[in-house]
């Protein structure tokens, strides 16, 4: 078992920054990948945010996202971090952290490769 724990969402305007954390225990050597992932309301599908890899410390990051969004990852707290800045109104959502198995091939994008995740913290960015 992993448990994954996400912390930092809130309240912030456009423009501006939220550090969101994940920190994890348990099971978690077997699980090498951590993912953001991140879910609008109404309805809409969970969408992929970043991963990164434990160990190697490889990165994998949506288009949409790549300049605004940074994962890092502190192996000594089993915490990785996202720092999110130039929020934007459409960056509102519930963010997610999960964790997977390293997979041959596998970009990490989807949510079917995570075997783990979090309760999930809510970022709003107002306009």
């Known amino acids: 078992q992993v448990q994954l724990v996400e912390s930092g969402g809130g309240l912030v305007q456009a423009g501006g920054s939220l550090r969101l954390s994940c920190a994890a225990s348990g099971r978690t050597f077997k699980y090498s990948v951590m993912g953001w992932f991140r879910q609008a309301p109404a309805g809409k599908e969970r969408e992929f945010v970043v991963?990164?890899?434990?160990?190697?410390?490889?990165?994998w990051y949506a288009d949409d996202v790549q300049g605004r969004l940074t994962i890092s990852r502190d192996n000594a707290k089993a915490t990785v971090h996202l720092q999110m800045n130039s929020l934007v109104p459409e960056d509102t959502a519930v963010y997610y952290c999960?964790?997977?198995?390293?997979?041959?091939?596998?970009?990490?994008?989807?949510?079917?490769?995570?075997?783990?995740w979090g309760q999930g913290t809510q970022v709003t960015v107002s306009s």
């Open positions: 999960a964790a997977a198995e390293r997979l041959s091939y596998s970009t990490y994008s989807r949510p079917a490769d995570y075997s783990y």
């Open positions: 991963a990164i890899d434990w160990i190697d410390g490889r990165t």
